[in-house]
């Protein structure tokens, strides 16, 4: 085993393929690497491995810039790309060929097809210390004489990614449980290249309710999906960190900015069993983001989700917009997408136009036309005095509360409710009368 020693500065690594748009996997990996960083004032390198040049594209490569640069996982070297380095992957073949570390072979054990270049495996038991895993021992036996690039110039995925982490001087690989076999492999090549092996650390499996991993069946799985619907980068962000950690010491807490997550996150506590992607938990947690927003910015992305129409509506009257926002959507949604669902269902024309509303539907159960009608008339005798810079929802309840709790209180808020929106869903007839004000509450009651 090598005896040098790791720096005393952390340097972690972002090595996503640029081969489709990253996986949220991947991006708690770079969140959990950018935390350590963070917390230990280390370094972190962005590199994309892109060996692979028919599946990798410039775009996915700009899907995972936008990933980073939204989420806030920073870095502080890089982007570099592997197939920009192939000097240095060449360097490492001759070496390893030189030490006969590495030989030229048929790629097929019959002796037909190409040369490629096999690593000679001395394999022996390889043990390495997983941060969260504990030690770790896999015999390399099985792995026989495993290729390492098809070509002097065309290096393969072990390869690659030790001689670059030796080159970036990388302490600390936090990537997927699944890139645990590929460990032994390569720390056979460190220590064939005289590099120091990093310490490492494999998080849980992300899988879905049903435990399995976690895919598009299960739903959003790409932070763009996740921005599309509206979710907040300090939503994601906070429930990421929670895939697979919690704090210790009964520390009951969900919520956390990333400040807090770098003062509280420690790798060693991250836990070895699968981590359940709970699409509902990640809305409690956007929500509670959402409602910390300015009121402001919380407006302005009202209206970036809402449809044309509805948005102009919105911005046209003002303060009808702000009630709105105010009395109905803040309560109900956890993620900014829903303003367009709810838009679409109808649930904000009526604040804006008046409903036509059918007798029929003011009926309430078996009562009767003429009854429903008889309570519009008396609700519109009892509110009137409120005057406008009293009509609030409370206030009105206030003045009918008791009185239809006497009478029956379906008899008097059903119609009402009707009255005010024509709607069978919409929130209750108190608020509705505040959202529509004053004048033209009593208006619409006052028609029927
Ligand atoms: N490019 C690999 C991936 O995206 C990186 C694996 C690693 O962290 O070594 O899965």
């Not at 393929?17 to 690497?33: A, D, E, K, Q, V």
């Not at 490492?92 to 690593?119: C, M, P, Q, W």
Request: aromatic share 10%.
């Amino acid at each position: 085993m090598n005896e040098n020693k790791l720096d005393d500065k952390v340097i972690v690594r972002y090595p996503p393929s640029p081969t489709g748009i990253m996986h949220i996997g991947n991006t708690r990996s770079f969140l959990f690497s950018y935390l350590i960083k963070r917390k230990t004032g280390g370094d972190a390198v962005l590199r994309f491995e892109d060996t692979d040049r028919e599946r990798s594209k410039k775009e996915y490569e700009d899907y995972i810039l936008e990933t980073l640069h939204d989420l806030g996982i920073e870095y502080d070297r890089g982007p570099f790309r592997q197939s920009e380095r192939t000097e240095f992957y060449v360097d490492a073949i001759e070496t390893l060929l030189r030490n006969d570390d590495a030989y030229e072979a048929e790629e097929s054990k019959d002796g037909s097809g190409d040369k490629v270049i096999r690593f000679r495996n001395p394999k022996k038991k390889i043990t390495f210390h997983d941060v969260i895993r504990g030690e770790i021992t896999i015999d390399t036996t099985d792995f026989g004489d495993f290729v390492i690039a098809r070509s002097k110039t065309n290096p393969l995925y072990h390869l690659t990614v030790v001689v670059d982490d030796i080159d970036m001087g990388v302490t600390d690989v936090i990537r997927g449980e699944d890139h645990i076999t590929s460990t032994p492999r390569q720390i056979l090549l460190i220590e064939a290249l005289g590099g120091i092996v990093p310490r490492y650390a494999h998080l849980p499996l992300i899988v879905g309710e049903d435990g399995k991993k976690l895919s598009k069946r299960h739903g959003a799985v790409t932070w763009q999906e996740f921005k599309k619907e509206g979710y907040l980068p300090e939503g994601v962000v906070n429930y990421l960190a929670l895939l697979g950690w919690h704090p210790q010491d009964g520390d009951e807490r969900e919520i956390f900015s990333v400040e807090e997550l770098t003062e509280l996150f420690r790798i060693e506590d991250v836990s070895k069993s699968p981590a359940r992607f709970d699409y509902r938990k990640l809305d409690d947690i956007n929500k509670v983001w959402m409602l910390k927003m300015e009121a402001g910015k919380y407006t302005e992305k009202v209206l970036e989700f809402l449809p044309e129409k509805m948005r102009e509506l919105f911005e046209k009257e003002k303060e009808k917009g702000r009630k709105i926002i105010d009395l109905v959507i803040r309560e109900r949604i956890s993620k900014f997408g829903e303003v367009k669902k709810m838009s679409e269902e109808g649930e904000f024309d009526y604040y804006f136009q008046r409903p036509g509303v059918a007798d029929e539907v003011l009926i309430f159960k078996d009562g009767s036309l003429e009854e429903s009608k008889k309570y519009l008339r008396e609700i519109v005798k009892k509110v009137s005095d409120l005057p406008e810079n009293d009509w609030k929802a409370e206030k009105i309840k206030e003045l009918l509360w008791d009185w239809s709790g006497e009478v029956g209180r379906g008899k008097v808020l059903h119609p009402m409710r009707m009255a005010l929106s024509g709607a069978q869903r919409s929130p209750d007839p108190f608020t509705l009368a505040e959202i529509l004000g004053r004048d033209e509450t009593l208006e619409r009651l006052k028609k029927k």
